[in-house]
């Protein structure tokens, strides 16, 4: 009888396990949306939940962790996708013989080139994994070094004022982007060369897989990161920046470090979406896309919490994408008076924000708040202490 | 009058007018109103509808722009600021929840873009307000009308702050709200007011951008930093130095990229925006107080070699 009390009661702390309720209702929407309207569907919201998972997380590692107010980071996800634009490209012409310098952004020169280049990766599958590598790492390159250049603002300013100075820091780059053409071609856009060709049949599904493990990577990495030692020092000085230096921890360079990492890892998911598109233009990293929505997707889930990130995000993909699918049947109302039901996707995304913040201030999955140490280890060292008359209790 | 300082002239009263409305909205109620940018969006709609329907002089109908301005403000503040701030919710946390009122109004006033132009064959996405300006002494009225609108508004804020019985409880809430609740002022009914003028002032201020620039669903969007820009360059902690920062970074974009242009070639009128932002960061890196800050009084006693003030 105690046995199979102990069972069910193990049981039900396995089933109400936070991480295995948010699988199964990943799970079960993926398995509705599959059944209802097949595979392609499904590969669009992967991708979309794997890049936009990518960059919420790295800004809940600066927002969630450190406690920096980033409302710049399309700042960084645009490094990232210009990198990968501007340069790896411009290497592989140069290698090959081909215009590489400022003409190679040009749209007349670009779009004859860049095909040139994906026909050679795609006779090679170890040049395409190579060009994907080295994508990345000139992303994550960029990255780093933007997240440097913000941290120099962000050891002065607090809060708020930091937060618009990079919110117009993220405008002006755009800017320079859509005009500068050596960069990515100003108004039009630079083409990249496609590393997933060489793979025979369907090329959507061979990026659906990359990215998804790219972003798998990337949760494991950060979840890591969290709940080391590093981790730590980021949430003390998140909680007391005075308490933190007092402790004896460089907080100028604990916040440099993790924008600077978090940063990188924005970078990498901007690659990945211009490696995806097959095509970088400076004007599409708006400020509403790359830094609210990630910001609304990080409120839903929980700012501090990795995993609630995962599911904010994949909700807020799926609820998009939702809008997109029933806009006919739902929405018909408004296509009636002539009113595109897409823009319910911003109305979405503003009560989402506002509900979060008026009555779940602490997001779906709310962060845990863990002792350093576990509870009989701490009574043992008091204890400790007390027995060599160090400390009165 | 040249053709970039009467835009500029328009561009830095309209910019004045919401960096103002920004800047008392901090120093009441301790947020950054994003959702200024639409609440401007919205003046411009409101002056663009009436127009359409009824006819007229756009200057009509900036009344009615004020009014609904702030009425959305008003909304903003009951339905959302007033219990962020009874549970003393974080600045971030205040800015956030503007935000998404913000995306709410956007989506809205798209809506009601695609409803205007589905069924009134209208082109509400690209509009030009100049087209219903009047002329005035050979130019448009726009370039004498605004600028001596903002500063009416802001002598009637003067005035309202200084010689009512209710602006002087709203400055002393902005001084000291604990003080101002000890001696009964209602700091509710304040900070309700700041929103209204606030708000009020936003749509305004975006009724008169949108004579300077091309009226656009997103044109509150595209200019909230400038404004923010204004308000930091007057240090937010100053109304008047709120709508000056807004009147001066108005001013240095157009007078820049002007000189700029005429120095270097048109390429350089894709960068316009760097002018103000460098204009915010160099604010923020030397006085970051911003120009009410800087001890005026002080400076210019040791220019003329007198000695005014108390020095600390």
Known sequence: MSDDKQIVSRLKGFLLRREVIITAVIVALLT?????????????????????????????LEVGYTGISQFGRVLAVMAGAFGAGAIPGRVMAAIMGLPWGASYAEATVNFKLVPQLTAVLEKSWFLSIVFLI??????????????????????RLKEAYLGISLLAFGDLLMWIGHNWEPLVGATTSVYIPDPFRFVPGNRFQVVVITVFVIAFLIYFFINTLTHSPFGRTLKMVRDNEISAAAAGKDVVKIRTRSLMIGSAIAAIGGALYVIYTGAATAIGFTRLTWTFWPWAFMMLGGIGSNLGVLLGVFLLTILRSMITIFRFQVFGFLIQWGIDPTWLEFTLMGAVIIVVVLFLPHGLVPEKVEPVLPADRVQKVITNMSSRGRFLT | MAPWLANGLIYASA???????????????RTFNFAHASMATVGF??????????????????????LFGALLGVIC???????????????????????????????????????????????????????????????????????????????ALHLFLGKTKFGVAMKATIENPVLAGASGINSDRVYMVAWLIGGGMASLGGAAMAMAQTGTPVMGMNSIPFMFAGAILGGLHSLYGGILGGFMVGLAEYAGVFLLSQKFGPWILGYRMGIPLLLMAITLLIFPRGLAGIPWADLFGRLTGKKRGVQA
């Open chain 1, 134 to 155: 080295f994508c990345l790492l000139v992303a994550a390159l960029c990255g780093a070094g933007i997240g440097w250049l913000t941290s120099r603002p962000a050891i």
């Open chain 2, 15 to 29: 910019l004045a007018l919401t960096a103002g409305g920004i800047t008392l909205l901090y120093i009441t109620t």
């Open chain 2, 45 to 66: 709609y409101v002056v663009y509808s009436f127009i359409i329907f009824i006819g007229g002089s756009p200057y009509r109908y900036f009344p009615f722009a004020f």
């Open chain 2, 77 to 155: 503040y009951y339905g959302l600021n007033r219990p962020l701030l009874k549970r003393q919710a974080s600045e971030i946390t205040l800015m956030m929840s503007t935000l998404g009122y913000d995306l709410i109004l956007l989506s809205l006033i798209q809506m009601y873009c695609d409803f205007l132009t589905s069924n009134y064959k209208l082109f509400p996405r690209r509009v030009n307000m100049n087209m219903y300006d009047l002329e005035l002494f050979g130019i448009n009225a726009a370039t004498i009308i605004l600028p001596l609108m903002a500063i009416i508004c802001l002598s």
């Open chain 1, 32 to 60: 509705f949306l599959l059944i209802t309207r097949g595979v392609p569907m499904i590969l669009t919201i992967f991708i979309d939940f794997a890049i936009f998972a990518i960059v919420t997380l790295s800004l809940n």
